[in-house]
């Protein structure tokens, strides 16, 4: 079983920037954020396919403000979200699949960490 424990959640205001770091046990091919706000469903932010070479997507909503990226030596899943706006306020989730090409559906992610809150005030 794949372990995730996400960290770097906190406040900031409208404009700021925060780094989420998700700490895994083991490699897996593919990595993602998703995102839950109160009442909306889990969405995902960005993904990221690792083989034999790196696949990174973003979300429209995020793309050109956060950045998604993995350090192995690490083993640290992170992201970088610059220019975080109100509609950001979520709990953010780390979440890894086996499969070798990354889905966008968090039914396709067997495993996940425990989440951490965002929160950008305006």
């Known amino acids: 079983q794949v372990h995730l424990v996400e960290s770097g959640g906190g406040s900031v205001e409208d404009g700021g920037s925060l780094r989420l770091s998700c700490e895994y046990s083991d490699n897996s091919r593919c990595m993602a954020w998703f995102r839950q706000a109160p009442g909306k469903e889990r969405e995902v932010v960005a993904t990221l396919e690792d083989g034999a070479f790196t696949i990174t997507r973003e979300a429209d909503s995020v793309r050109g403000r956060f950045t998604i990226s993995k350090d192995s030596a690490q083993k640290t899943l992170n992201l970088q979200m610059n220019r975080l706006k109100p509609a950001d306020t979520a709990t953010y989730y780390c979440?890894?699949?086996?499969?070798?090409?990354?889905?966008?559906?968090?039914?396709?992610?067997?495993?996940w960490g425990q989440g951490t809150q965002v929160t950008v005030s305006s």
């Open positions: 979440a890894a699949d086996q499969s070798p090409r990354c889905q966008d559906s968090p039914q396709s992610f067997p495993y």
